[in-house]
């Protein structure tokens, strides 16, 4: 096992944009805010335990319960989006709302806090096993938020929209997505399994 530190809270020397220009996205007070577009690790990894801390913007009262209400992803991978958004005391939550895995599954609960508070992301990944670019099993994830578990085991049947790949893959990198709201992030770190 090794750990690899993406973002100490100091600078974006292990992101690019997806044109593998420089990350442009702000760095102060120990933590980075979403713009100018996704950025992606340098980075990549196949089987992982992947942390990653966040913080939701306050946003106006008319975007709660929207895909407008601090909206963002983190790509496992750069292939599947776990929802970033701010969907407190949203019941039951839906597969875009925060914790899902895009478009494939809710969260088993809730476990947001309100914006303005940090959240936490633990993914425990077991990639696709592959044979050139056909998948033979599928990836399977474990999802605590906040310490919750969210997704336990959760089988992962194909890629969703949006991120590097259009495909499923055994190695890839971690993908912030910029979706024009100033999410912060902060701690983000993978440890190879």
Known sequence: ????????????????????????????????????????????????????????????????????????????????????????????????????IYGIQAPRVNACKPALEWQTYDIYLRTARMEDDRVIEPAIVTILQNGQVIHNNLVLPRHTPGGVYEKVVAEGPLLLQDHGQAVSYRNIWIETL
């Not at 008319?62 to 963002?72: I, K, L, P, R």
């Open 1 to 100: 096992m090794s750990k690899i530190v993406l973002f100490d809270g100091t600078d974006l020397s292990h992101f690019t944009q997806l044109d593998g220009t420089p990350a442009k996205w702000k760095v102060e007070n120990g933590y980075m805010t979403v713009e100018h577009g996704n950025i992606v690790s340098k980075e990549t990894y196949g089987d992982a335990h992947i942390h990653v801390e966040w913080m939701e913007p306050q946003m106006p009262p008319e975007a709660h319960g929207t895909q407008w209400n601090g909206n963002s992803g983190v790509y496992i991978q750069g292939c599947y989006e776990l929802q970033v958004l701010d969907s407190y005391g949203i019941e039951p939550p839906k597969d875009d709302d925060c914790g899902a």
